[in-house]
């Protein structure tokens, strides 16, 4: 029994420390349930998605979400989104149901569907951008009508067993439940309504959960040293070791090879680390008062390219940045006395978009740092990052004792060795 319990208790912790993000403690994205309005037999809820993670979007195919009813409800219409299924609506004879199933799977609109199917903050494919990156860009919602359901506060039973995924595996999504309800101001702002009901769910994403093995890898070099300190071999894992393309391939030059596939399988370059992003992090100049860096991020796969990509660094440097050329730059401090960490992304129109691999398959930027005298070194590691993501999926540094070195710290045993032989021997010759 007490193994049992153990056994339990440290499924219970591992499951909440997968989900739980020590640069972004709070993200999670909170779906919300409005019921604004009763019907002969159920409600009228509006359905909002907002993702309060600080540097972590849902890219295009965007996110999927899904429920199990608690009893035998089912969807008259919706607005904004739509059910992938309609399920067996046999049953009904002259007023057809937009879904009968028991387990609804729904997704976003695409941009551009008429007018009368359009809801406020929906259409977008999915796609919602990271809460640090764009807030009003970061929430997707829709409207649906709920049949055969509860008509009041006491009636009404709340779906269970919610999934979301954004757009791959990774979200695990808690209970829904009760809380105050939703205020709302009317277009004046001179009078307030409230919902007559409302739940939440709240998702958190693991990394874990996600995939088993990193999709981006770091790599590192100096000024100061001619060694470049690669990305880990199979960083990423070799499994599409036998399915990459060379950089010279004739087949870069077929039609449709950049085509994506409906389960997103990559195409990638070969490389020795076989990851679709490589970030590269070099110390360029060391100057009196600063230092600078540059960044370069490389997509190595030919099916993907990232819109709206974000890139978080921690370094103990980031609390003065100075300037940062080329990329938008925001601070995140997750906790108020430690400021070190900070979230890179493309600028508007210019930049936030990263094309598959080829030559435009890159995007870089350097930035500049003051120096704290009291805490800057070049020696063991310091000038290179403690902790990198790329939209939000850390990516696998190399090992420490690969790092560049200083040339005149790097062996200092023999240096002094050598030096002391030929003192020796200078002085043997003088004395003969």
């Known amino acids: 029994m007490r193994f049992l319990i153990t056994a339990l208790f440290l499924c219970v912790l591992l499951s909440c420390a997968a989900s739980y993000d020590p640069l972004d403690p709070n993200g999670n994205i909170t779906i ?84 009368n199917q359009q809801f ?67 277009p004046d702002r001179r009078r307030k309504t409230q919902a007559l009901m409302t739940w939440n769910v709240t998702c958190t994403y693991s990394q874990f959960l996600a995939r088993k093995h990193p999709s981006c ?35 870069l030059s077929m039609v449709g090879i950049n085509t994506p596939r409906k389960d997103n399988t990559p195409l990638l370059q070969c490389t020795h680390h076989m990851c679709p992003i490589r970030v590269h992090w070099h110390v360029k100049v060391n100057y009196k008062d600063y230092w600078r860096v540059k960044i370069a991020i490389t997509n190595f796969n030919y099916r993907m390219n990232y819109t709206q990509w974000t890139l978080v660094v921690q370094h103990p440097n980031l609390n003065n940045v100075t300037q940062v050329f080329s990329f938008d730059y925001k601070p995140l401090v997750p906790y108020a006395s430690i400021n070190d960490t900070g979230m890179f992304y493309g600028m508007k129109f210019y930049n936030d978009l990263m094309m598959e691999a080829g030559p435009s398959g890159n995007v870089q930027s350097e930035v500049l740092m003051q120096k704290d005298q009291n805490t800057f070194s070049l020696k063991q590691g310091w000038a290179f990052p403690r902790k990198v993501y790329f939209n939000g ?26 030096t002391l032989l030929c003192f020796l021997l200078l002085f043997a010759v003088v004395m003969w």
């Open 393 to 418: 999926e850390e990516c696998m540094l190399p090992p420490p004792d690969t790092y560049p070195f200083l040339p005149n710290s790097a062996h200092p045993s023999r240096v002094s060795i050598s």
């Open 217 to 251: 890898c770091v790599s590192f070099s100096s000024f100061y040293n001619e060694t470049i300190t690669s990305c880990p071999s199979c960083a990423c894992g070799c499994e599409n070791k036998n399915k990459c393309i060379k950089s010279d391939s004739k087949l």
């Open 120 to 186: 406020s903050n929906c259409c977008k494919g999915g796609v919602m951008s990271s809460w640090g990156q764009d807030p009003q860009a970061s929430i997707s919602a829709f409207q649906v009508s709920v049949g055969q359901a509860g008509t009041s506060n006491k009636t009404v039973k709340l779906p269970k067993n919610f999934t979301l995924l954004g757009p791959g595996p990774g979200y695990t999504c808690g209970p829904a439940k009760v809380v105050p309800s939703t205020n709302f101001l009317t």
């Open 32 to 115: 919300k349930w409005d019921i604004m309005s009763w019907t002969p037999d159920g409600y009228v809820a509006v359905v909002t998605m907002n993702n309060f993670q600080m540097y972590r979007h849902v890219m295009s195919p965007g996110w999927t979400l899904g429920w199990t009813w608690a009893k035998k409800e089912v969807i008259w219409s919706m607005v904004g989104a739509q059910t992938t299924e309609q399920g067996d609506c046999s049953k009904f004879k002259s007023n057809i149901p937009h879904c009968c199933k028991k387990t609804p799977t729904v997704v976003d609109l695409l941009p551009g569907v008429p007018y």
